[in-house]
């Protein structure tokens, strides 16, 4: 199985604070990695797909890049509703795997 | 709009059985590989399967810690979703998340219905 290693676990942040999260895969997954935001209490919300490429309706403070089994989430500037948990998955090969999840708090 | 909305969850004594249904709105169901992801309570996501279109086999896809027991069905004509779920133990106990799957040349999970909590305890 492919492991997605996520980190920081948790951090604290400033609204307009540039935030990174990094999404490290234990082999090369071609581009094949989603990031998610979940709230409390919420389902899961699709951020990125294949890596970089933006959801409609998501807003363009956050991005994702990859560079070879390295993934990063950025969001330029902390907005009050990004506080949440942010998760990546591999969809490269079965079984889907998910980092542990970034939770995002108010510094 | 898109939408999926799973039910059937509840409380279930370890060993026995239960069924979650997803109802899908507002896309063309048969077009699409559906998916179900679960969260233990304060954990993280766990991709539980998927199952593929009519158009790829509808052939399913598990995770290795429900292969065996729980089984992912679909109804077309209702655009419906099924969770088989057999032999149950209390390391199931999650919110399932029904989700559909978009791929491209590449694979994602959008949207994702509200969840239904399954309970596994004596």
């Known amino acids: 199985d492919i492991q997605m290693t996520q980190s920081p676990s948790s951090l604290s942040a400033s609204v307009g604070d540039r935030v990174t999260i990094t999404c490290r895969a234990s082999q090369s997954i071609s581009s094949s990695l989603n990031w998610y935001q979940q709230k409390p209490g919420k389902a899961p919300k699709l951020l990125i797909y294949a890596a970089s490429s933006l959801q409609s309706g998501v807003p363009s403070r956050f991005s994702g890049s990859e560079s070879g089994t390295d993934f990063t989430l950025t969001i330029s500037s902390l907005q009050p509703e990004d506080f949440a948990t942010y998760y990546c998955q591999q969809s490269y090969s079965i079984p889907w795997t998910f980092g542990q999840g970034t939770k995002v708090e108010i510094k | 709009e898109m939408q999926l909305v799973e039910s059937g969850g509840g409380l279930v004594q370890p060993g026995r059985s239960l069924r979650l249904s997803c109802i899908a709105s507002g896309f063309t169901f048969g077009d699409y590989a559906m998916s179900w992801v679960r969260q233990a309570p304060g954990k993280g996501l766990e991709w539980v399967g998927f199952i593929r279109s009519k158009a790829y086999g509808g052939t399913t896809e598990y995770a290795a810690s429900v292969k065996g027991r729980f089984t992912i069905s679909r109804d077309d004509s209702e655009s419906i979703a099924y969770l088989q779920m057999n032999s149950l133990k209390t390391e199931d106990t999650a919110v399932y998340y029904c989700?559909?799957?978009?791929?491209?040349?590449?694979?994602?999970?959008?949207?994702w219905g509200q969840g239904t909590l399954v309970t596994v305890a004596s």
């Open positions: 989700t559909r799957v978009v791929s491209s040349t590449r694979y994602w999970i959008d949207p």
